[in-house]
Structure formats: C-alpha cells, structure tokens
C-alpha cells in the first residue's frame, strides 16, 4: 500500500501477490475497497494492482475542474504502470473503471497486453443521448456540490453504485466526486473500439439492464472479444456474484497464459 506523486497528485495504490501484472480500476465513486472479494483469487498467481482514481478514496483530491479530464484519468494510468516498473500489464476495471482501460488500449495499445472490461459503456456517438446524460452528471454534481455526500447518497444518482457501501461513501470528497463527474463523465466521447486489438473479456451483470446493451456493442465492436454474463449480478457484478466473477477473469487470463 502506498500513496505516491505520479501525474502531480498523491495517487493511493495496492499491490498483491506476484506474476503477471493484473491492473483494475474502479468504478465511479468506488475505492479499492471494492476489490476485497477478487484480491485473495486474482493476486494468488499474478501481480494485482488496485488504485482509487484522483478525486477518489485516499488518492487526492484537486479543488480545481481542470485538473480533471478522462486524458488526465489514462494519463495517471500510464504514469502508474511506468512507476511501478511495469511494460506490460492485463488492464481492465469496472464503469469508468473499464471506461479508462478501453481509452488506454486505444492510446497506449504497448502497455495493453489485454482487457478486462466489467459493467461498461463504450462513450456516447450520439449528440443528443450525450446531452440527456451531462444533465443527468451535472445534477448529482450540484447535489454534491450543496449537500455534501449523504444528499448524493439519498438520490437515483447514487442507486447503480452499490459496489460502495454507505460508510465508505461517506468517507468520500464530495468536491472531488463532483469534479469527477463534471470533468470525466460530461461529455462523454465514443471509444473507437475497432482500434482495439488486445484480447478483451467483456463481462456484465445479467440484471445490469443499462449496461448489458452496452456490453453487447462493446462485444460486438472489438474483434475476437468474449462475453460473458454473471448471473445474479447487477452493475457491481464483482461485488454481488465474486465466485463468478473471479471464475470468468482467471479462466481469461489461464487462456491468454498468464
């Protein structure tokens, strides 16, 4: 566990076990708390490296929007991996987290040995769902903004984030949330998911209605990728089924031979 300067910020990273570099990312409003149940199953035989996103958990948190962009979010990626000594790595996440990990791949396709894309969607292509979505981010930005984490918490804003528990959530910037939100997840572009040329696993909750769709395109759209539905799983499909979940990644990474 460390918290160092990669990208101008304190960054908060976890290692466990050793081999092959496994990285995952969270979710939005997610810490590496969220990964308990994967850690003791993927760091068994690879190097797992967890991490919280700036504005996020202990890593800090700027008070300035500008210091928040998804170019700032792949950058302190590709910092990390090269602070940690690290050339090549599986790189994946869930959301945002898996959000993060495509744009890598696209940008930074030599650190990518392959992807591991959970309760993702790809970006928006079309200017007025974009639009519907920003008004949406821009009104849990002005809850956070107003009335701190416990009015974020009791809001439709907050109900596909259950991979967080309450306490945890409480322990979080409103500030940095909220600028992460504003200067991520507004305007969101479309990843050119064709460009992506790494073994990729797909997995989603069945009962992730929003994003099981979106999985499907993003299947659909990536050559040779594989997809594979958890059941009895929402939008935290490593939170409510980990069994299956840790099952469908290993059995990736054993046919990659890794």
Same mark, same amino acid.
């Given at each position: ?9 304190g ?10 570099p ?28 967890i ?9 800090d ?16 990626q ?13 790189v ?13 791949a *696209?940008r930074?396709?030599?650190l990518?040995?392959?992807? &591991? ?22 009104k849990? %930005? ?5 009335g701190g ?5 009791g ?16 322990t979080?910037?409103?500030i940095?949330i %909220?600028? &992460?939100n ?5 305007n969101?572009?479309? *990843? ?5 040329? &790494?073994?990729?696993?797909?997995l ?6 929003d994003?099981?769709p ?34 469908? &990644?290993? %059995? ?7």
């Amino acid at each position: 566990m460390s918290k160092d300067l990669i990208n101008g910020i304190g960054l908060y990273h976890e290692e466990h076990g050793s081999g092959f570099p496994l990285l995952l990312a969270t979710g939005f409003s997610g810490t590496t708390r969220m990964w308990s149940s994967q850690v003791p199953a993927l760091s068994k035989n690879h190097r797992l490296i967890i991490y919280d996103f700036r504005g996020h958990g202990q890593t800090d948190a700027p008070r300035d929007l500008s210091r928040y962009s998804m170019d700032m979010m792949v950058e302190d990626q590709r910092q990390l991996l090269r602070h940690l000594g690290i050339r090549e790595a599986v790189v994946g996440g869930l959301s945002l987290g898996g959000l993060v990990a495509m744009w890598l791949a *696209v940008r930074h396709s030599e650190l990518v040995r392959a992807l &591991v894309v959970a309760d993702t969607g790809p970006g928006f292509r079309n200017p007025e769902t974009r639009a519907k979505w920003d008004q949406e981010r821009l009104k849990a %930005s002005h809850l956070l903004e107003t009335g701190g984490m416990e009015a974020f918490m009791g809001s439709e804003h907050a109900k596909l984030d259950y991979y967080t528990t309450p306490e945890v959530m409480r322990t979080l910037d409103p500030i940095g949330i %909220s600028n &992460v939100n504003r200067g991520v997840l507004c305007n969101l572009q479309m *990843v050119p998911l064709e460009q992506i040329r &790494v073994p990729t696993l797909v997995l989603v909750g069945e009962l992730d209605k929003d994003f099981v769709p979106a999985s499907e395109y993003i299947h659909k759209r990536i050559p040779g990728s594989r997809l594979v539905v958890i059941p009895r799983a929402g939008h935290g499909a490593n939170v409510d089924n980990p069994e299956a979940f840790n099952q469908a &990644v290993l %059995s990736f990474l054993r046919e990659l031979g890794l």
